[in-house]
């Protein structure tokens, strides 16, 4: 009977874990923190909420009241303005503003309510039988076998780094600063705004909490004392840095495993998918080890390269618009 491990509870793991419950495969999560956990990334985009629908988890992300919003301010290489996400029948198309720790604790929940078994150790590296397939993981409580291991332990890039498979940068080096400021803020929110550098980002999170983001070349980040404008005067937390650069596993799935999440595939957030996409890779490397067909991770690769391959030309050619981190250049 087919079982899978999953390596790592955020919201690639969760959905990754449901859709696989959805279908009567048992289903082990390994997770090294207690939840809730920080990760930054609060913007979800209004896609996310079909998404949630399928997962049969959306009633916990409205009973949680997050901030909504319908759109982005934005001065991209032009003034400020605003720029809706769309609208159908229905309305216009919101998205929300979700503390992630507890997005992502209510979707880890509802995948435990579903039969999942949480254990909560470190994944140590995978088990190998002597063809090269995984067949497990070694985690700090012992060893668990598994038909499928899907890796969702986010930018560590836990499986690449243990099979030794290259992880392709497509950007130049980016880097991102980001920080929480508590107070009134009357300007533009949430919006995205670049000048000559890079750009920032301000979003009200909860009433009267604001994240902002910078994000640059390497050689431009700002010091750890730096914010946006206007944001100067707010109650300040201390702000942290990431590795944003745009970059891919060279291979995503092999026989009994699949990368899902930012695990697979970072890009930086400023088009704020970053969850949309754990979600759905999560949801798509479940489905087919569900189906525990031959062509399954080659159809895998495909899909997920197609849609990073796309990704990446939205984002070069936005970047090419604002003259930003050297894309002016790229033919
Ligand atoms: C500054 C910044 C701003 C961002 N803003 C946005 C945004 O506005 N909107 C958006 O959609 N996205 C945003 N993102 C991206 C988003 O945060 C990620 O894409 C998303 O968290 C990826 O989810 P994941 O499940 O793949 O990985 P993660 O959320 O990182 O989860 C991985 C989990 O694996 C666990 N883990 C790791 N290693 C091990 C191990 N060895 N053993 C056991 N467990 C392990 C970790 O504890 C963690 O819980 C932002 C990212 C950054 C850096």
């Known amino acids: 009977m087919t079982n899978a491990v999953i390596l790592g509870g955020g919201?690639?793991?969760?959905?990754?874990?449901?859709?696989?419950?959805?279908?009567?495969?048992?289903?082990?999560?390994?997770?090294?923190?207690?939840?809730?956990?920080?990760?930054?990334?609060?913007?979800?985009?209004?896609?996310?909420?079909?998404?949630?629908?399928?997962?049969?988890?959306?009633?916990?992300?409205?009973?949680a009241e997050y901030i909504r919003h319908s759109g982005v301010w934005s001065a991209w290489g032009e003034p400020i303005h605003f720029v809706p996400y769309g609208e159908d029948s229905d309305g216009p198309w919101r998205g929300f503003q979700a503390?992630?720790?507890?997005?992502?604790?209510?979707?880890?929940?509802?995948?435990?309510?579903?039969?999942?078994?949480l254990i909560e150790?470190?994944?140590?590296g995978v088990l190998c039988n002597s063809s090269g397939?995984?067949?497990?993981?070694?985690?700090?409580?012992?060893?668990?076998?598994?038909?499928?291991?899907?890796?969702?332990?986010?930018?560590?890039?836990l499986l690449a780094r243990q099979l030794q498979i290259p992880i392709v940068r497509h950007s130049p080096r980016l880097v991102a600063r980001f920080?929480?400021?508590?107070?009134?803020?009357?300007?533009p929110a949430p919006a995205i705004c670049a000048d000559e550098t890079g750009w920032t980002w301000i979003a009200e999170v909860e009433p009267n909490r604001f994240q902002w983001t910078r994000v640059t070349e390497a050689h431009n980040r700002p010091d750890s004392q730096w914010l946006p404008d206007g944001l100067g005067a707010l109650e300040a937390e201390p702000s942290r840095g990431a590795d944003v650069t745009w970059r891919m596993a060279e291979k995503v799935a092999g026989p009994g495993w699949f990368m899902?999440?930012?695990?697979?595939?970072?890009?930086?957030?400023?088009?704020?998918?970053?969850?949309?996409?754990?979600?759905?890779?999560?949801?798509?490397?479940?489905?087919?080890?569900a189906a525990n067909h031959c062509i399954a991770a080659e159809a895998?690769?495909?899909?997920l390269s197609t849609w990073f391959q796309?990704?990446?030309?939205?984002?070069s050619s936005a970047y090419r618009m604002a003259n930003l981190f050297g894309f002016s250049s790229v033919p």
């Open 11 to 63: 919201p690639a793991g969760a959905a990754a874990a449901i859709t696989l419950l959805q279908v009567q495969v048992p289903v082990t999560i390994i997770e090294r923190q207690p939840f809730p956990r920080y990760r930054p990334g609060e913007t979800l985009h209004p896609g996310i909420e079909p998404l949630l629908n399928q997962l049969g988890v959306a009633e916990c992300l409205h009973a």
């Open 99 to 117: 503390t992630r720790g507890d997005f992502d604790r209510r979707l880890l929940e509802s995948a435990c309510h579903r039969g999942a078994t």
């Open 121 to 124: 150790a470190d994944a140590l």
């Open 133 to 157: 397939d995984v067949t497990g993981v070694m985690t700090s409580n012992g060893p668990l076998t598994a038909t499928y291991v899907i890796d969702c332990s986010g930018g560590s890039h």
């Open 179 to 187: 920080g929480y400021v508590n107070g009134k803020f009357d300007g």
């Open 260 to 289: 899902a999440g930012d695990s697979a595939v970072v890009l930086d957030p400023s088009s704020s998918h970053g969850v949309l996409r754990a979600i759905m890779s999560g949801m798509m490397a479940a489905q087919l080890a």
């Open 300 to 303: 895998y690769q495909e899909w």
């Open 310 to 315: 796309h990704d990446v030309e939205t984002m």
